[in-house]
Structure formats: structure tokens, C-alpha cells
């Protein structure tokens, strides 16, 4: 079934970035250096680590030229094939020095820790001492920093999440006697991720009655695994349940009022990298033309005699099934009403303060059954 187009403009996309721009800040953000240097786009972190290296470079490639300069170094009759040189009637600061580009060269072997050959420091100059010993440090602090930021770079969660996979669709069905919207998440990396929660919220605009101001209202979503908690073992992909009960926020919407809804559902799986320990997050959303009701997904995990293993097919992971229309069909905003469907037949009035209970539920589907027949879901 394809997904209707809709105009909802989504706060978190389906691949899991935020559509949120901020405008008008001032240059506070840029005081973080580091997390400015890991939130960049990459194109920017290595324009950012040449031009760090480049600037330490030059800057003491100007200090040692300065140097050289003042002590003499660089005079017609002072330069390596000069007379004084020749003679021994001279001696340099740096040894073979003729320019500024002589300077740039030595530079970056000092900073690097190269090995000084043909060019090298003497002991005439002890202003030598001190330079050298501020580009030593300096080359160490720039390295770890640029170490650093690649590091996070390529372990930040972001990069864990492009392997965990949310459906494109969530579902509105039945199970133990309760309407649920029902979404499925799988990882396809095979070192797992461990101590996996899954949390959901939803995002609705509400106009403020003071000032007509549009605002965004989240409320949370209670989901659980089918397990029963919102925590699991994620060695398969799992469906994540929400019971729409009277305190959810789903509860007064209708297969027909769903067509007309704007909200979105945003669901957020967290967890820890076996690989490298380290904490990730990914995210995705529903918005209502991506909710199908009456649906269930399709069984993906098999035994496989041959292979003697589980088997998980990815083929049918965002693929799923109509379910009899005989059954709870959801609340009933014009009338009040919980109603089972078969043909125009509508059960009795619930009060929307009482809790849809199992109970409840068996009541209502034993009294349908006696006036309609029983139907085998």
C-alpha cells in the first residue's frame, strides 16, 4: 500500500535528523570550539584541521625567520655560501638558513619531530631554546585536539544509528483486547546494541486562546516491547506497542478522524555499542497519512533446519497485513463510542472516563457474538 503525500511539516525526518534551524545566535555557540568541530559537517572539521596545522606551522616559521633576521643570519656575507660562513668567522642561529621558505621547511620539522639534517638549531642563539620549546608544545596540543574530534567524529551515535532501522509505516490493530499503534524497529549491524530503550512521544500544534500564538504541545507516549517494557533484548527486530487507553493522547481519534489529524509521533531508540561501548541514539516519526489502521506486520524471525539458526527476513520488514474488520475499531468522536465493526453493526456505549479494560473488552465481544454470529479473527 502506498503512503499518502502530506503537507505535515515534521519536526524529526525519517532518517532521524531534527528540522529545526536556528537563526539570530550570537557567536556564543562558536566558545565550544571542540563540540563545534565534531557537530560540523566533515568537509568543515578537515578544513578546520589543515588550516590548524598550516597557522602553527607559518607562525613559527615567522618566528624563526624573525630570529635569523635580527641576529644577522640572513645578510649576503652571513648566508651558508657567504664569506663569514665560509671563513668561520660567523655562526648562525639555525644552519643553513637562506630564506623565509628555509624557515617554513624547518619549521615543520621541529614541529613534527622529523629529525633536523641539513637544517638544524646551534648553540648561538638562546632565544633558539625557547621557540623550540613553545612549537613542541603547541604541535602536541594541536595533534590531540584534531585527534580528538575525528575520534568523536566517527564513534558519536549518529554514526551507529544509520544501521538501526525504524518501519515506514506503524500500525493501529488489536492485541489482548486493546487498540495499540504498533511500529517496528530492526538493527542490521551484527555487533548488537545493548541495554536498548525505546521512549515515544508526540507533537501536536495547539493554538494558545490568550494570544492566538500557534505552539507545539509534546506529551508523552507509554510504549513497550513485546516484552511488556520499553527495554529489550535487541537481537531480533522487535515490535514497540503504545495502548491507546483513556490518558493516551490517540484515544478520541477515529479511522475517520486519523485522515484529518495533524500530529507526529516521534520515536527515539537508545542504547550502547558492543563494539565500542559507547552510547547511541536513533530516531524516526509517523505522521498520520504513514498510520495504517486495521494492519498488522508481517512474522520476519523463522527456524531454519538446514542452518540450524534463526533467520530474519529483512524482505518483509516494513510489509504487513489486513486484519479482520470484525473487531474493536476505535473511538467514536461524534457519538461517544467504542464500536466493533461488521457491516453498519455498532456495539454498546462506553463512557470515555471508564478504562477499556480486557474484561470490558470480552463483555462487549461476547454480547457482538450472540446478536451477530461468532467471527473467528
Known amino acids: 500500500m502506498k503512503i ?8 524529526v ?6 528540522n529545526v534551524e536556528s537563526v539570530h545566535l550570537s557567536t556564543r555557540r562558536f566558545t565550544d570550539l571542540f563540540t563545534t568541530l565534531v557537530d560540523a559537517k566533515w568537509r568543515w572539521s578537515l578544513g578546520a584541521f589543515a588550516f590548524s596545522f598550516f597557522l602553527s606551522w607559518t607562525t613559527f616559521a615567522f618566528f624563526w625567520w624573525l630570529q635569523c633576521f635580527l641576529h644577522g643570519d640572513l645578510e649576503p656575507d652571513n648566508l651558508p655560501d657567504g664569506v663569514n660562513q665560509i671563513s668561520g668567522n660567523f655562526t648562525p642561529c639555525v644552519a643553513n638558513m637562506y630564506h623565509f621558505g628555509s624557515a617554513m621547511l624547518y619549521s615543520i620539522a621541529t614541529q613534527h619531530t622529523i629529525g633536523y639534517g641539513f637544517r638544524y638549531p646551534t648553540n648561538e642563539c638562546m632565544t633558539s631554546i625557547i621557540i623550540l620549546s613553545c612549537q613542541a608544545m603547541t604541535g602536541l596540543l594541536v595533534e590531540a585536539i584534531m585527534v580528538g574530534v575525528f575520534f568523536a567524529k566517527l564513534t ?11 518501519s515506514k509505516k506503524a500500525v493501529i490493530c488489536e492485541r489482548n483486547g486493546f487498540l495499540c499503534l504498533v511500529f517496528r524497529i530492526g538493527d542490521i549491524k551484527k555487533s548488537r546494541i545493548i541495554n536498548a530503550t ?3 512521544e508526540i507533537i501536536r500544534k495547539k493554538v494558545n486562546p490568550e494570544n492566538g500564538a500557534m505552539e507545539f504541545i509534546q506529551e508523552d507516549l507509554e510504549v513497550v516491547s513485546e516484552n511488556g517494557r520499553n527495554s529489550f533484548f535487541f537481537v531480533w527486530p522487535i515490535q514497540v506497542f503504545h495502548k491507546i487507553t483513556p490518558s493516551s493522547p490517540l484515544y478520541r481519534i477515529s479511522p475517520k478522524d486519523l485522515e484529518k489529524e495533524e500530529f507526529e509521533v516521534v520515536v527515539i531508540l537508545e542504547g550502547t555499542a558492543e563494539a565500542t561501548g559507547s552510547a547511541t541514539q536513533a530516531k524516526s516519526s509517523y505522521i498520520p ?27 518483509v520488514f516494513n510489509e504487513v497485513y489486513p486484519v479482520s474488520t470484525t473487531s474493536l475499531v476505535g473511538f467514536n468522536s461524534s457519538e461517544n463510542m467504542y464500536n ?12 470515555s472516563k471508564e478504562s477499556l479494560s480486557s474484561l470490558i473488552y470480552e463483555k462487549e465481544r461476547t454480547k457482538f457474538e450472540k446478536q451477530n454470529g461468532t467471527v473467528h479473527l
Open 13 to 18: 525526518s525519517k532518517n532521524g535528523d531534527c
Open 156 to 166: 558519536r551515535p549518529k554514526n551507529r544509528a544509520q544501521t538501526v532501522r525504524f
Open 4 to 11: 499518502k503525500r502530506t503537507s505535515t511539516m515534521r519536526v
Open 340 to 351: 466493533y465493526k461488521d457491516g453498519s453493526t455498532i456495539t454498546t456505549i462506553i463512557d
Open 289 to 315: 497519512s504513514e498510520i495504517l489502521w486495521g494492519y498488522k506486520f508481517k512474522n520476519m524471525v523463522t527456524w531454519s533446519k538446514d542452518k540450524k539458526c534463526h533467520v530474519v527476513d529483512y524482505k
Open 198 to 200: 525505546v521512549t515515544a
